[in-house]
């Protein structure tokens, strides 16, 4: 059988580390769709350009992918195969139409829970124990089609979503070295997926990284580890001032005085929330910089600060 080719499109950790697979895997790539880089946006993983680049592949960014233009140019590549790896646009039918042997996505949730954006975060802050990767054929709907393969990661308790991303960028190059052969041989299997109602979620935004302090202290933790730097944060008011919470961890009964505030309890500093349960408070920051969270302690032993 003559040599796999795939045009891939790919971007984050997910696309370097799957890119990297299909050529371990010996599939030929005559051509990397990435994204452009935004400016405004703190890069914290690999680049898919760079390491096409490190490979000696061709590499294009388009501004939009959906044209008519780079349709032609991918069919007059004739790829057996369309992957993509995290890209950050939806591919339009009539990208889909042009592999001979199908397009596939890797997502980061076990579909068919938690198709969309953000799905590692949206996991996170719904307190799931459990995320994963999942090699799916591409339809029209999104994050749709048939499933090829999976593998789940555990979310532990304290895990935030970058943390969870790395085992997620492990498991998707897991899945698509093993599935990569039998995709090749024609005998890969395709099991029907159940859109489930509820489970599509959309972009989050900085703003909703809004902490209401009367909600359960666990609904807080997870909100927070859900959006921890390198994302944007979560964020709420101490005594009237807005602070980014970076860290936290359930504290065990502290003896936390009624209402809801910042108190300190054998020199570490806690947030009593709206379930009367609270938080040791790990990392936080204001507008001038890291919260120095002993000399907050000492203050707050005089004086609990008031949340909200």
Not at 51 to 56: E, H, L, P, R, S
Not at 89 to 117: F, K, Q
Not at 236 to 253: F, K, M, N, S, Y
Request: charge should be positive; glycine fraction near 8%.
């Amino acid at each position: 059988m003559s040599e796999a080719r795939a045009v891939v499109f790919a971007y984050h950790d997910v696309g370097v580390r799957c890119l990297k697979a299909l050529l371990s895997g010996g599939v030929a790539v005559p051509l990397v769709v990435t994204v452009p880089d935004d400016p405004a946006e703190q890069r914290w993983f690999a680049s898919v350009a760079d390491t096409a680049k490190d490979y000696g592949l061709e590499v294009i960014a388009p501004a939009d992918a959906n044209t008519p233009q780079l349709a032609r140019r991918l069919s007059d590549l004739q790829p057996d195969f369309l992957f993509s790896f995290y890209y950050r646009s939806m591919l339009g039918p009539a990208l889909l139409r042009v592999p001979g042997r199908g397009a596939l996505n890797m997502h980061g949730s076990l579909l068919p829970r938690y198709r969309g954006r953000a799905p590692v975060n949206w996991a996170i802050l719904r307190g799931e124990r459990e995320s994963g990767a999942t090699l799916h054929y591409m339809v029209e709907r999104a994050d749709a089609g048939d499933i090829v393969d999976s593998q789940a990661v555990p979310i532990l308790l304290d895990d935030d979503a970058r943390e969870v991303y790395a085992k997620v960028t492990v498991a998707a190059e897991s899945v698509l070295a093993r599935s990569l052969p039998a995709l090749i041989a024609g005998s890969a299997p395709r099991r029907p997926q159940p859109v489930l109602p509820g489970e599509y979620f959309g972009r989050r935004r900085p703003e909703d990284g809004r902490i209401d302090w009367s909600r359960p202290a666990l609904e807080i933790h997870n909100l927070i580890r859900a959006v921890a730097p390198p994302f944007p944060g979560a964020f709420g008011e101490v005594a009237g001032v807005r602070w980014h919470i970076h860290r936290t961890r359930l504290a065990p009964q502290t003896g936390a005085p009624p209402g809801r505030s910042l108190f300190a309890a054998g020199g570490r500093c806690y947030l009593a929330c709206g379930d009367g349960r609270a938080l040791q408070l790990l990392a936080a920051a204001d507008s001038a910089g890291p919260i120095d969270l002993a000399r907050l302690a000492a203050q707050a032993a005089r004086q609990p600060l008031p949340l909200g």
